[in-house]
T-cell receptor
Framework: AQSVTQLDSHVSVSEGTPVLLRCNYS??????LFWYVQHPNKGLQLLLK??????LVKGINGFEAEFKKSETSFHLTKPSAHMSDAAEYFC??????????FGSGTKLNVKP | DAGITQSPRHKVTETGTPVTLRCHQT?????MYWYRQDPGHGLRLIHY???????DKGEVSDGYSVSRSKTEDFLLTLESATSSQTSVYFC??????????????FGPGTRLTVL
């Protein structure tokens, strides 16, 4: 069975400091993993995806994530937070049957 | 942006009335999905479709039905709306292949309030 655990429901950082949003997954298959972002009252936008090509994945807006099979983790990072990064972030795992499993989300607050 | 529209975008209805939400895509993707989003739960899958007239249940399917008579349209019906179905509903599509093309694209959402 597939599942995703986002370890923090809320993260607060100061502008210009690093961002770390944690995600652990469980999968019976070789997983595809994704991070989506949702700004307030908006839809979901794909930040990045892992599909076995490379363990360090670069996404949009300076975000990246590293797939660590031994730790079953896919944490999202950014070196320097910007005010516009304030949003909710979802970690998602996909199985081999095109079903997608969402974490419960992490709300990122960026303080000036 | 992927061509996905949802209608209506906002709806207020009363308990016990039927409601149908429509998702329309112009991408010719095989897979279509309906999710609901509630605070603290992320997105939960209601139903999905893997082809015309081929549908299956998700984790929160009770009280919902779906239909897909054309590739481009996926309808979600609440037969008799309840207040617990007040939520934001998102439609998503996926091309349905593995690897690089295995990602979802989302519609703008429908905010449904059941009084």
């Amino acid at each position: 069975a597939q599942s995703v655990t986002q370890l923090d429901s809320h993260v607060s950082v100061s502008e210009g400091t690093p961002v770390l949003l944690r995600c652990n997954y469980s999968s019976s298959y070789s997983p595809s993993l994704f991070w989506y972002v949702q700004h307030p009252n908006k839809g979901l936008q794909l930040l990045l995806k892992y599909t076995s090509a490379a363990t360090l994945v670069k996404g949009i807006n300076g975000f990246e994530a590293e797939f660590k099979k031994s730790e079953t983790s896919f944490h999202l990072t950014k070196p320097s937070a910007h005010m516009s990064d304030a949003a909710e972030y979802f970690c998602v795992v996909s199985d081999n049957f095109n079903k997608f499993y969402f974490g419960s989300g992490t709300k990122l607050n960026v303080k000036p | 942006d992927a061509g996905i529209t949802q209608s209506p975008r906002h709806k207020v209805t009363e308990t016990g009335t039927p409601v149908t939400l429509r998702c329309h895509q112009t991408e010719n993707h095989r897979y279509m999905y309906w999710y609901r989003q509630d605070p603290g739960h992320g997105l939960r899958l209601i139903h999905y479709s893997y082809g015309v007239k081929d549908t299956d249940k998700g984790e929160v399917s009770d009280g919902y039905s779906v239909s897909r008579s054309k590739t481009e349209d996926f309808l979600l019906t609440l037969e008799s709306a309840t207040s617990s179905q007040t939520s934001v509903y998102f439609c998503a599509i996926s091309e349905g292949t593995s690897g690089e093309y295995n990602e979802q694209f989302f519609g703008p959402g429908t905010r449904l309030t059941v009084l």
